[in-house]
Structure formats: structure tokens, C-alpha cells
């Protein structure tokens, strides 16, 4: 394979996966809708919904003993609601969607694993994990939503974002290694890894948070929604005041970037979409500390932390790639070799 076909090869790939893992943070946010909404359990089974492959649209399709059925089997209280069986069921359809989208990314891979043989084999690992996943949502459905196997489902879509951007990153090294970190900030990789701890810390905190508002949830009911609050314990308070260490943090790690490699770095770039994120992830979470936990909400409070795991992962893949690769021509890089100045002037996509 020659050059321009590398190139274009890789071109391909990074619209295919880019457009994946945006169909994968979609999904994240349609299972923080169906979680935020209680409609978890809008299909008692799996892979059917009330024993159909189109679930019902009305309690009258279905048997006159259906909740004896699934209180037999280990879900009482089963009561038939149109709007949170159908919610699950488009969730589940998103679900198959991702695996197609990801099926392909790793047939877009193929072309790229001579030129890099890394982005081949974390494409077709992050198709297995989608595998994987689709497993442990049946036993997520079968231990009828315990919370701490709702959050390892999370995890685990985190780890094919961090995946499939594992292999992004790899696509993007010509880019990055034509954009020199020469001049950067000595203190910057320092405070990258201060960055990812803090970040690492308030995201596990917040994981307690919302396996803690499932129980208040169980215990108070939906309508006592604004009285949650209250029943939180010490470690939410915790949760909420560190969010601004975590975005005083950034916003430091934004200064040392721009100051000394421009605006138009693209890691510059990242960093700014890191603190749009970050700010949606603060006004969402003052959202919910002081106005009653509205569901609506909640979706985008996860989201957001999502997208910050995300952009923080790329931006220590692709500082790593341009501090190691220097300015060297590779194979997706333009013919005429640009200095490390000129490049990050150029700001290359």
C-alpha cells in the first residue's frame, strides 16, 4: 500500500470511528434517561420485552396473569407502562445500533493495520467488549437493576469510549507528530497526571452518588424527588464542593497550554472543549444539588462526565504522541514536511 492510499485509509477509519464514538456517547445518555426515568424495568426479560420481540403497546395485549408470571419469576411488582417499555425498548435498539457502528469501525481497521497494527487490534477489541457488554446488560435486567450492576454496565461503556479512542489516538499520530510541544510549559505533563487523578477521584465519588440515589429512590419514591437532598450522606457535600477544585484545576492546565503553544495547537484546541464540558458538568450538578434532583437533568450531568473522561484520555494519548514522535513524516502526514511552528500555526485537524 502506497502513501496516498495509507492516508486515505486512515482518513476513512478516523470519520468511521469518530462517528462511532459518537453514537456510543449518545447511548450513554439514552441509559442515563432510562435510568433517571425508573424506566429500567419497562422490559422485564431480555432479549424479549414482556416475552415480544416488539413489545405491546397496551396492557389489553397482554395475558390477564402477566404480573403472577413475573412475580414467579423474581420480579414483583411488574406493573405494564407504555412510555417506560417503549423508552427501555429504544434503548435496547440503540444498544444493537452501537454494535453495527462498531462492527464497521473494525472492518475500517483492517486497511490501517499495516501502516499501525494498534488501531486494527483495539478496533476489533472494542467490537468484543460490545460483545461483552450486550451480556452483561441481560444480567443487569436478570438481578432486576441492582445498582452496583448498573454501574459496572457503566463502566464498561467507558471502557470502549477509552478503547476505541485508544485507537483513534493511534490514527491521529501523524497529525499530532507534526505538531511540536517543543515549547511547552515544563509544568504542563505534571499537572496533565494531577488533572486525570482529580478527575479519576470526583468521578468515583459521583459513582457513590448515584448509586446512593438509587436507594433514597427505592426508599422515598419518585414523588419525594426534591427531599432527596437530605437523605444524601457526607460524601455528596464532598462531591459538589470538589467539582471546583477539579475546574480551577483545568482551567491552570488551559493557561499553561495556551501561553505557551497558541490557540490553534490542537491540543490547545482539546483543552478548551475539556472546560466547555466541564462547565456543563458543574451547572448540571449545581442543577441538581439545589433544585431538587429534576430527572431531566440527571442524563446530562452523566454525560457530561463521560465526554470529560473522553477529551482528558485523548489529550494524554495525543501529548504523549507529540512529545514522543517529534516533527517526522508519516505515512497520513501532507508530502511536504512542515516544521513544528509552522504545524501547530496550521493547526491540523
Same mark, same amino acid.
Given at each position: ?22 453514537? #456510543?456517547?449518545?447511548? +450513554? ?5 432510562? =435510568?433517571?426515568?425508573?424506566? !429500567? ?21 397482554? /395475558?390477564?396473569?402477566?404480573?403472577? *408470571? ?31 457502528? *462498531?462492527? %464497521? ?8 493495520? =499495516? ?34 450492576? *448498573?454501574? %459496572? ?21 501523524? *497529525? ?17 497526571? +494531577? ?20 436507594? +433514597? =429512590? ?14 444524601? /450522606? ?18 491552570? @492546565?488551559?493557561? @499553561? @497550554? ?10 490547545? =484546541? ?11 458538568? #458543574? ?26 473522561? !473522553?477529551?482528558?484520555? %485523548? ?18 502526514? /501532507? ?15
Amino acid at each position: 500500500m502506497n502513501s496516498q492510499q495509507e492516508n486515505l485509509s486512515l482518513q476513512r477509519y478516523r470519520r468511521m470511528a469518530w462517528i462511532t464514538l459518537a453514537a #456510543v456517547y449518545f447511548l +450513554i445518555l439514552v441509559g442515563a434517561t432510562v =435510568r433517571a426515568s425508573g424506566a !429500567g424495568m419497562g422490559c422485564p426479560d431480555w432479549p424479549t420485552c414482556f416475552g415480544r420481540w416488539i413489545p405491546p403497546t397496551s396492557e389489553a395485549q397482554l /395475558p390477564a396473569n402477566y404480573q403472577e *408470571i413475573y412475580a414467579e419469576l423474581g420480579y414483583a411488582d411488574t406493573r405494564f407502562n407504555v412510555v417506560k417499555t417503549w423508552t427501555e425498548y429504544t434503548n435496547r435498539l440503540v444498544g444493537v445500533s452501537i454494535g453495527f457502528l *462498531i462492527f %464497521l469501525t473494525a472492518i475500517y481497521s483492517w486497511s490501517c493495520r =499495516r501502516h499501525n497494527p494498534a488501531i486494527f487490534k483495539a478496533s476489533v477489541t472494542a467490537f468484543l467488549m460490545v460483545g461483552f457488554q450486550g451480556w452483561l446488560g441481560a444480567k443487569v435486567v436478570g438481578s432486576n437493576l441492582q445498582p452496583g450492576m *448498573i454501574t %459496572l454496565h457503566m463502566l464498561m461503556a467507558l471502557a470502549i469510549v477509552a478503547t476505541l479512542l485508544y485507537a483513534v489516538a493511534q490514527a491521529r499520530r501523524g *497529525i499530532m507528530a507534526a505538531q511540536s510541544v517543543a515549547a511547552i510549559d515544563p509544568r504542563f505533563e505534571k499537572w496533565l497526571y +494531577i488533572v486525570l487523578g482529580l478527575t479519576v477521584l470526583q468521578v468515583a465519588m459521583g459513582t457513590q452518588v448515584r448509586e446512593m440515589t438509587d436507594f +433514597i =429512590r427505592e426508599a422515598q419514591g419518585e414523588e419525594l424527588r426534591s427531599s432527596w437532598i437530605e437523605a444524601m /450522606p457526607w460524601f455528596f457535600y464532598v462531591h459538589r464542593s470538589f467539582s471546583a477544585v477539579v475546574l480551577f484545576a483545568n482551567l491552570w @492546565l488551559a493557561r @499553561l @497550554l495556551i501561553v505557551s503553544l497558541g490557540w490553534q495547537h490542537s491540543l490547545s =484546541r482539546m483543552t478548551l472543549a475539556m472546560l466547555c464540558v466541564i462547565g456543563m458538568a #458543574v451547572l448540571s450538578g449545581a442543577t441538581l444539588g439545589h433544585l431538587g434532583m429534576p430527572a431531566l437533568v440527571q442524563p446530562t450531568h452523566l454525560l457530561a462526565a463521560s465526554l470529560l473522561f !473522553g477529551l482528558q484520555f %485523548l489529550i494524554w494519548m495525543s501529548y504523549r504522541h507529540s512529545r514522543d514522535s517529534g516533527v517526522e513524516v508519516t505515512s497520513d502526514q /501532507p508530502d511536504t514536511l512542515l516544521s513544528g511552528k509552522a504545524a501547530a500555526q496550521s493547526g491540523g485537524a
